[in-house]
């Protein structure tokens, strides 16, 4: 199975750690797992270039759509993959996201048995 | 004898969860929407992944009542403070 690099952008404390163990389930994915949108460019303008990104939606003061877009103007980061995450499902909503730019949308509650494959799933169909 | 592999997260969880529920109560009674819309919105996402579906489901109607620009009524966050105080492992 291919390695992936994976940050994991989200403000919940509890989604963060339920989302490391479920990711590290498989042995591939390699996390680094931050609290803010903010705290994820400090990341990537220090030079962390992930394979993809999985990105909270809601999220205080810089949200995930707003991290998207500062994060494209990042060279290197202009066709990183990201999924969104969020608890809001309306179909609308997420039209909006892949609107956006998101390669894909995982719904909150997810399954931890299966967030990994989900993800992968979601990169590999891109 | 199995291992729950979730049991200490969902330890945390419930005792998270507890400590907001008493800061979504404050923050109703004070009429601090943006505090409990965003409690709310978490637990929508988060209770289900632990096995507490009936508690998230009570935090969705809360977030979707938000999210169609309408305020929660007293009963709904009445509801899911109960919800949250009856939480167990």
Same mark, same amino acid.
């Given at each position: 199975?291919?390695? =992936? !690099?994976?940050?994991? #952008?989200?403000?919940?404390?509890?989604?963060?750690?339920? *989302? !490391?163990? /479920?990711l590290e389930l498989d042995a591939a994915i390699q996390l680094t797992s931050v609290a803010s949108g903010g705290a994820a460019?400090?990341?990537?303008? *220090?030079?962390?270039?992930?394979? /993809? =990104?999985?990105?909270?939606?809601?999220?205080?003061?810089?949200?995930?759509?707003?991290? &998207?877009?500062?994060?494209?103007t990042i060279s290197g980061l202009e066709s990183t993959p990201v999924v969104f995450m969020t608890a809001r499902v309306q179909a609308d909503e997420r039209q909006r996201y892949l609107n956006l730019g998101a #390669?894909? #949308? =995982?719904?909150?509650?997810?399954?931890?048995?299966?967030? /990994?494959?989900? &993800?992968?799933?979601?990169? *590999? *169909?891109r | 004898m199995s291992?729950?592999? @979730?049991? +200490? @997260?969902? $330890?945390?969880?419930?005792?998270?969860?507890?400590q907001d529920g008493d800061a979504l109560e404050t923050a109703f009674r004070s009429g601090d929407d943006a505090?409990?819309?965003?409690? $709310?919105?978490? @637990?929508?996402? $988060?209770?289900?992944?632990?096995?507490?579906?009936?508690?998230?489901?009570? $935090?969705? +109607?809360?977030?979707?009542?938000y999210a169609a620009g309408e305020r929660p009524s007293s009963e709904a966050v009445t509801d899911l403070r109960q919800r949250i105080l009856d939480l167990q492992a």
């Open positions: 199975m291919n390695e =992936i !690099a994976l940050l994991h #952008v989200d403000d919940e404390d509890d989604i963060r750690e339920v *989302a !490391a163990y /479920a460019l400090e990341q990537l303008e *220090a030079g962390y270039r992930p394979d /993809a =990104i999985l990105l909270d939606v809601m999220m205080p003061g810089l949200d995930g759509p707003g991290t &998207l877009e500062r994060l494209r #390669v894909g #949308v =995982i719904t909150k509650p997810f399954d931890p048995l299966s967030l /990994a494959s989900e &993800l992968r799933s979601l990169l *590999a *169909a | 291992v729950d592999p @979730l049991g +200490a @997260l969902r $330890a945390r969880f419930i005792e998270r969860t507890r505090v409990v819309e965003h409690l $709310a919105h978490n @637990l929508a996402g $988060a209770a289900g992944v632990f096995g507490f579906g009936d508690l998230g489901d009570a $935090a969705r +109607a809360i977030d979707d009542a």
